[in-house]
């Protein structure tokens, strides 16, 4: 069974930086493009960035380029979400998402992926 665990959030002061994982179990990740997307309350969810199976390429949303970072370790079967110069306005459920696809496209939405983590969740607050 395709299964997708989050993990790294936690509460954070301003400025700070975290990086979150997700790992896959029952599945190799190296054939699918990952996703990531975050839903703060009251708001739709969003996507924030994306890695392509193929080559490894990222896209970010213009709003978070410069300080998210996501990569991938395929041996480990994981994806990393690196987030730099957090912002309370970053504070959200955070989900990885998973399609089997060689590309990202270029919005990152989530009607494109069909697999998904719980979520963990991210509080930036001093």
């Known amino acids: 069974q395709l299964q997708l665990v989050e993990s790294g959030g936690g509460l954070v002061q301003p400025g700070g930086s975290l990086r979150l994982s997700c790992a896959a179990t029952?599945?190799?990740?190296?054939?699918?493009?990952i996703g990531w997307f975050r839903q703060a309350p009251g708001k739709e969810r969003e996507g924030v960035s994306c890695?392509?199976?193929?080559?490894?390429?990222?896209y970010y949303k213009n709003s978070v380029k410069g300080r998210f970072t996501i990569s991938r370790d395929n041996a480990k079967n994981e994806v990393y979400l690196q987030i730099n110069s957090l912002k309370p306005e970053d504070t959200a459920v955070y989900y990885c998402?998973?399609?089997?696809?060689?590309?990202?496209?270029?919005?990152?939405?989530?009607?494109?992926?069909?697999?998904w983590g719980q979520g963990t969740q991210v509080t930036v607050s001093s």
């Open positions: 998402a998973a399609e089997l696809r060689s590309f990202c496209y270029l919005r990152i939405i989530p009607a494109d992926f069909t697999s």
């Open positions: 029952g599945f190799t990740l190296d054939s699918y493009t």
């Open positions: 890695i392509s199976s193929s080559d490894g390429s990222p």
